[in-house]
């Protein structure tokens, strides 16, 4: 009976999330609360939306040497919040790294410029806070899901959102990209429109313009069939520019995932749909999956 409560929950959330409910919602319940610890709602910046949580393991690392990961939440850069993403900062505690997940602000109230400013700001605070959480500053990575991943591609690979705060793409040790857009002009998407100002919209608003060989570490993940970015276009053409420039790629396109699903699978209730964590967790020990 408790064998088939857990699967009707796991059921329950995996319809959730591809509906576009809020699946996270069920997720919170399947997924432990006793792996991590670590401050909620920590200001980074003067914003409402400047909040961050973390998430420190409670078992596994040696004080001052854990890799961190800063995530970015996906929602189209008009809705989503750090709350939901609470399977995503445990799953990687369970594994021995430490999560940040931040808030940023959200279209329309600010474009691109505004949340990609935004997202700078967390990774300042997240490498000047690495050793007081236990932390190893030099093995600080941004991750994110969907319109969360762009930010991070931004991060990584275009140097000005991170020059007014004095840092450079270099202080990343690699960064990884779930089913992200990374070359979507034209834009066709009412929400994404205003977000980037459309029709002025410059091409150099797009990662892909980017790939260059100075390029951190990258890991991208997608879905093979994923219904809202092109993974052919995106994904599959970000890899191979990065390459051809020289950059460490490591690429894993997945059969069984959809767009909601390729972040939802390294909530552990779910990693049985693809193994998106352990690549990720592989990927962030700086352990070789080519």
Avoid at 26 to 47: E, I, M, N, Q, S
Avoid at 50 to 72: E, I, K
Avoid at 122 to 134: E, R, Y
Wanted: with cysteine.
């Amino acid at each position: 009976m408790t064998r088939r409560l857990s699967l009707m929950g796991i059921g329950s959330a995996i319809t959730a999330l591809v509906s576009g409910c809020s699946g996270a919602k069920v997720l919170d319940h399947l997924v432990a609360h006793d792996t991590y610890h670590g401050p909620k709602g920590v200001r980074y910046g003067a914003d409402p939306r400047h909040l961050l949580d973390v998430y420190q393991p409670d078992s596994g690392t040696v004080p001052g040497n854990a890799p961190v990961v800063l995530f970015s939440h996906g929602g189209n850069w008009t809705r989503g919040e750090r709350a939901e993403y609470r399977f995503v900062g445990e799953a990687l505690a369970a594994n021995g790294i430490i999560a940040v997940v931040a808030d940023y602000r959200l279209s329309p109230h600010v474009c691109y410029d505004g949340f990609l400013g935004d997202c700078a700001l967390a990774l300042q605070w997240t490498l000047s806070h690495a050793i007081s959480l236990g932390g190893d500053p030099a093995r600080v990575m941004v991750m994110g899901h969907s319109a969360g991943a762009y930010n991070a591609a931004m991060l990584a690979l275009d140097p000005r959102w991170l020059a007014p705060l004095r840092l450079t793409p270099d202080r990343l040790a690699g960064w990884i990209g779930l089913a992200g857009p990374y070359d979507f002009l034209p834009i066709v998407d009412p929400e994404v429109r205003v977000a980037f100002g459309w029709p002025q919209t410059p091409a150099d608003s797009q990662p892909i313009f980017y790939a260059n060989a100075k390029a951190p570490r990258t890991l991208l993940l997608a879905a093979r069939k994923d219904k809202v970015v092109d993974t052919q276009r995106n994904t599959v053409a970000l890899a191979n520019r990065l390459r051809a420039a020289g950059t460490e790629v490591d690429m894993r396109i997945f059969d069984r995932l959809s767009h909601v699903t390729t972040v939802a699978a390294l909530a552990r209730p779910l990693d049985w749909l693809a193994p998106v964590l352990p690549t990720v967790v592989a990927f962030v020990r700086s352990e070789s999956t080519l």
